[in-house]
T-cell receptor, first 110, second 115 residues
């Protein structure tokens, strides 16, 4: 079983729609959680960290459920520019490395 | 600040050839990383250097060697390239001061094809 698992998609949604992704992690010692965004043929970039109480950044909301070991990302009022691959990323306590999910590909259609 | 830079951007090798991928960061980060990214596999850690003078294996280290030349530079060497090493290689760095702040900043990648 992979340490971090995501639905690879692709997700195709119309502009203005709300879309949500889930990600599960297997290591209960995981401490820090992130969503990264990767545009086609570009490097990954941090979208947002995920905090225990949940957090929001504009149209983006991230949630963490430690009991069920999953994190989620919700995108409201989606824009064409949101088309990208979204990577779920987990850090284990004491480990100086991140573990990346395989990514969920999202396409926003006009 | 240039952030994380990688050279070359593209490379084609023949099986058995060797090459070194270069990476440098100008953010005074302690930790540096090498990943490979293949379709459907996500990012997989090859090697990392938690601090200057140390290196550790990641998930897929076979066929690679690394050198942390100084705090700024971290190189990845393929001694005898194989077609299975065809991939996109990303270098990343992180401040990693022992706290939970460990965002990684990535270079633009090197697209390597081994024939």
């Amino acid at each position: 079983r992979k340490e971090v698992e995501q639905d690879p998609g692709p997700f195709n949604v119309p502009e203005g729609a709300t879309v949500a992704f889930n990600c599960t992690y297997s290591n209960s010692a995981s401490q820090s959680f992130f969503w990264y965004r990767q545009d086609c043929r570009k490097e990954p970039k941090l979208l947002m960290s995920v905090y225990s109480s949940g957090n929001e950044d504009g149209r983006f909301t991230a949630q963490l459920n430690r009991a069920s070991q999953y994190i989620s990302l919700l995108i409201r009022d989606s824009k064409l520019s949101d088309s990208a691959t979204y990577l779920c990323v987990v850090n284990t306590r004491g480990a100086q490395k991140l573990v990346f999910g395989q990514g969920t590909r999202l396409t926003i259609n006009p | 600040n240039a952030g994380v830079t990688q050279t070359p951007k593209f490379q084609v090798l023949k099986t058995g050839q060797s090459m070194t991928l270069q990476c440098a960061q100008d953010m005074n980060h302690n930790s540096m990383y090498w990943y490979r990214q293949d379709p459907g596999m996500g990012l997989r850690l090859i090697y990392y250097s938690a601090s200057e003078g140390t290196t550790d294996k990641g998930e897929v280290p076979n066929g690679y060697n690394v050198s942390r030349l100084n705090k700024r530079e971290f190189s990845l060497r393929l001694e005898s390239a194989a077609p299975s090493q065809t991939s996109v290689y990303f270098c990343a760095s992180s401040p990693w001061g022992g706290s939970s702040y460990n965002e990684q900043f990535f270079g633009p990648g090197t697209r390597l094809t081994v024939l």
